[in-house]
T-cell receptor, first 112, second 112 residues
Framework: DADVTQTPRNRITKTGKRIMLECSQT?????MYWYRQDPGLGLRLIYY???????NKGEISDGYSVSRQAQAKFSLSLESAIPNQTALYFC???????????FGDGTRLSIL | GQSLEQPSEVTAVEGAIVQINCTYQTSGFYGLSWYQQHDGGAPTFLSYNGLDGLEETGRFSSFLSRSDSYGYLLLQELQMKDSASYFCAVRPHNQAGTALIFGKGTTLSVSS
């Protein structure tokens, strides 16, 4: 079983819809992250959380919101999806300090 | 601000050695990490350099020189399965935690 699980794996939706991407982890890590990946642009940080109720904006937070309801769960929402939010989205977790990040398998989101 | 520069593509043959460079402009960071990603799958951690010098893990080595604002990932005895994208990443001093800033990635193609 995966340590970091993202749902759904794929989603196609229409402009203006509200979308929620879920991430859950069994690694017991306090720190969780959401990234977006576009071809040729690498991974860009959207939001991150160091603990329950702790939320921090990343490089490209506009148009997104997050919720950290429990240590194991970190969800990403697009309140009103637009086509340029079409991308591959990754959730990741880590321990404190210089420990590596552990990524989920990603959610491929297409907005028409 | 921070930016990391990597070559977009590198090609090599099986058994060869390849070096993927990462140059950066940042006001300060805790260390340089490398991640591998196969075909849009989950990025996986390869190595971390907190101090200047060489770190070796099997066929892979990573190097950091803070005075030269430069690092590299060295892959030896290349295998077909090493065909993937490789990302360098830093954790800037101005982020109180472990959020990473990634380069845009280098696509390595290994041929027989």
């Amino acid at each position: 079983d995966a340590d970091v699980t993202q749902t759904p794996r794929n989603r196609i939706t229409k402009t203006g819809k509200r979308i929620m991407l879920e991430c859950s982890q069994t690694k017991g890590h306090d720190r969780m992250y959401w990234y977006r990946q576009d071809p040729g642009l690498g991974l860009r940080l959207i939001y991150y959380s160091f603990d329950v109720k702790d939320i921090n904006k990343g490089e490209i937070s506009d148009g997104y919101s997050v919720s950290r309801q429990a240590q194991a769960k970190f969800s990403l929402s697009l309140e009103s999806a637009i086509p340029n939010q079409t991308a591959l989205y990754f959730c990741a977790t880590s321990e404190q300090g210089n420990q590596p990040q552990h990524f989920g398998d990603g959610t491929r989101l297409s907005i028409l | 601000g921070q930016s990391l520069e990597q070559p977009s593509e590198v090609t090599a043959v099986e058994g060869a050695i390849v070096q993927i460079n990462c140059t950066y402009q940042t006001s300060g960071f805790y260390g340089l990490s490398w991640y591998q990603q196969h075909d849009g799958g989950a990025p996986t951690f390869l190595s971390y350099n907190g101090l200047d010098g060489l770190e070796e893990t099997g066929r892979f080595s990573s190097f950091l020189s803070r005075s030269d604002s430069y690092g590299y990932l060295l892959l030896q005895e290349l295998q077909m399965k090493d065909s993937a994208s490789y990302f360098c990443a830093v954790r800037p001093h101005n982020q109180a935690g472990t959020a990473l800033i990634f380069g845009k990635g280098t696509t390595l193609s290994v041929s027989s």
